[in-house]
């Protein structure tokens, strides 16, 4: 519930993650490190869009934005390694919870397979019928 729109911040941390690795190889002029400051930037506000309030909120905090000049490189390595180091946190958040839903799903399935037919998780069972007695026998 706190990623609104995960398909796009998956998609989002993928292309944060390329970059960083391309950044790490290459050194930037000036209008590169521009162009990357724009696009870490850019990158963040399309983030902000799939999250939940309280997610936005805390990437705000810890994704400081550059000064008005150009950054240096390892300015922008930092900042990017530190959006992908959240992201990747992010998704071990959303894996750990859906392994916790997946885990819930299986007990209670296990639940239900135990029950007797017809009856319903929480639902109480009926008593079991009262022995019958056929037959013949001595009445005294």
Same mark, same amino acid.
């Given at each position: 519930d706190l990623v609104e729109q995960?398909?796009? /911040?998956?998609?989002?941390?993928?292309? /944060?993650?390329? +970059? +960083? #690795? #391309?950044?790490?190889?290459? %050194? +930037?002029? #000036?209008a590169g490190r521009g162009h990357l400051a724009q696009v870490h930037a850019r990158s963040i506000e399309e983030l902000k869009q799939g999250l939940a309030p309280e997610l936005v909120e805390e990437l705000d905090r810890i994704a400081l %934005?550059?000064? *008005? *000049?150009? @950054?240096? *490189?390892?300015?922008?390595?930092i900042a990017q390694a530190q959006l992908v180091g959240w992201l990747e946190g992010l998704f071990h958040g959303i894996q750990t919870a859906l392994v916790a839903q997946q885990m819930a799903a299986q007990a209670t399935l296990q639940q239900m397979r135990?029950? @007797?037919?017809? /009856?319903?998780?929480?639902? @109480?069972?009926?008593? %079991? @019928?009262? %022995?019958?007695? #056929?037959?013949?026998?001595?009445?005294?």
């Open positions: 995960p398909a796009k /911040v998956m998609r989002i941390g993928s292309m /944060v993650k390329s +970059l +960083l #690795e #391309e950044v790490r190889n290459a %050194p +930037l002029d #000036e %934005p550059f000064s *008005d *000049d150009s @950054p240096s *490189d390892a300015e922008l390595r135990q029950l @007797p037919p017809g /009856v319903r998780p929480g639902q @109480p069972s009926a008593p %079991p @019928p009262a %022995p019958r007695h #056929e037959g013949t026998g001595q009445y005294l």
